[in-house]
T-cell receptor, first 112, second 116 residues
Framework: QQKVQQSPESLSVPEGGMASLNCTSS?????YFWWYRQHSGEGPKALM?????GDKKEGRFTAHLNKASLHVSLHIRDSQPSDSALYFC????????????FGAGTRLKVIA | NAGVIQTPRHKVTGKGQEATLWCEPI?????VFWYRQTIVQGLEFLTY????????DSGMPKERFSAQMPNQSHSTLKIQSTQPQDSAVYLC??????????????FGPGTRLLVL
């Protein structure tokens, strides 16, 4: 069974600081990684997807993928209180049909 | 674009009653997913439709749960004889179904189901 491991479970950073979240897939047949963010009372919303090795930057958010280690990270610079949320890593895995598997999430709290 | 619409937003049922949850995907999206979210289990995949056809229901509990997509504009998740352990937020998502595992999913706000 495909698994996606996220760490840490929770994280607190000061406003303006850098938050770093990690995610590892157990399946080498992955295609894409996504980072989703979920604020309380809302559904998850995609932040970005990444497929190629290296960095992908969107505003204050940078994802880094290392395909060899099946690892992706998300770095949030200049963290804002509005970044406080639950962050999910998701991966698509080729099982014949593609399966989308979500991790358990990292809860980020940005302290003003 | 209103996004994915889920109704009702909140539902309270008594143990043993039936609950029907509705999802209206984004217009033009041909893939619809259902998930269940709890504090303990996190985000659990339930089922997936493509062009209204059921593709993968491997996450659906074998008894009491069923999902349908009678037309491209809505899908339903039905839970018969609800039990307290069914209490959760049920999330619906849709995507363009680009294929090859490239789909970004767009989630609705969820239906919070409480079974007393």
């Amino acid at each position: 069974q495909q698994k996606v491991q996220q760490s840490p479970e929770s994280l607190s950073v000061p406003e303006g600081g850098m938050a770093s979240l990690n995610c590892t897939s157990s399946d080498r047949n992955f295609q894409y990684f996504w980072w989703y963010r979920q604020h309380s009372g809302e559904g998850p919303k995609a932040l970005m997807s990444i497929f190629s090795d290296g960095d992908k930057k969107e505003g204050r958010f940078t994802a880094h993928l290392n395909k060899a280690s099946l690892h992706v990270s998300l770095h949030i610079r200049d963290s804002q209180p509005s970044d406080s949320a639950l962050y999910f890593c998701a991966v698509s895995v080729n099982t014949g049909n593609y399966k989308y598997v979500f991790g358990a999430g990292t809860r980020l709290k940005v302290i003003a | 674009n209103a996004g994915v619409i889920q109704t009702p937003r909140h539902k309270v049922t008594g143990k043993g009653q039936e609950a029907t949850l509705w999802c209206e995907p984004i217009s033009g999206h041909s893939a619809v997913f259902w998930y269940r979210q709890t504090i303990v289990q996190g985000l659990e995949f339930l089922t997936y439709f493509r062009n209204q056809a059921p593709i993968d229901d491997s996450g659906m509990p074998k008894e009491r749960f069923s999902a349908q997509m009678p037309n491209q504009s809505h899908s339903t998740l039905k839970i018969q004889s609800t039990q307290p352990q069914d209490s959760a937020v049920y999330l619906c998502a849709s995507s363009l179904d680009l294929g090859l595992g490239r789909d970004t999913q767009y989630f609705g706000p969820g239906t919070r189901l409480l079974v007393l």
